[in-house]
Nanobody
């Protein structure tokens, strides 16, 4: 059974930093994309960042230059380093893994106070 567990969320002041981690466990045929989405209260889930199996990355415009995604395939882990956080970054952050299908984590809350 596949399971994704996020950690690293919390409460931080504007301008601060957090590092999210997402560990995947279970039987994967292969892992292609890994990434992060987020959902703020009353809003739709939105793309944040992605890292592909060839090491390329992409980011939402709203987080470019502030967030950095990385992965450790040996550990089946994807990270999201978030710097210069803003109150509008407040959301539940979800990691996902694309293998033969998409798997989602349960989410971790990030709250940025002004």
């Amino acid at each position: 059974q596949v399971q994704l567990v996020e950690s690293g969320g919390g409460l931080v002041q504007a301008g601060g930093s957090l590092r999210l981690s997402c560990v995947a466990s279970g039987n994967f045929f292969s892992i292609n994309h890994m990434g992060w989405y987020r959902q703020a209260p009353g809003k739709q889930r939105e793309f944040v960042a992605i890292t592909t199996s060839d090491g390329s990355t992409d980011y939402a415009d709203s987080v470019k230059g502030r967030f950095t995604i990385s992965r450790d395939d040996a550990k089946k882990t994807v990270y999201l380093q978030m710097n210069s956080l803003k109150p509008e970054d407040t959301a539940v952050y979800y990691c996902y893994v694309l293998s033969t299908k998409v798997y989602w984590g349960q989410g971790t809350q990030v709250t940025v106070s002004s």
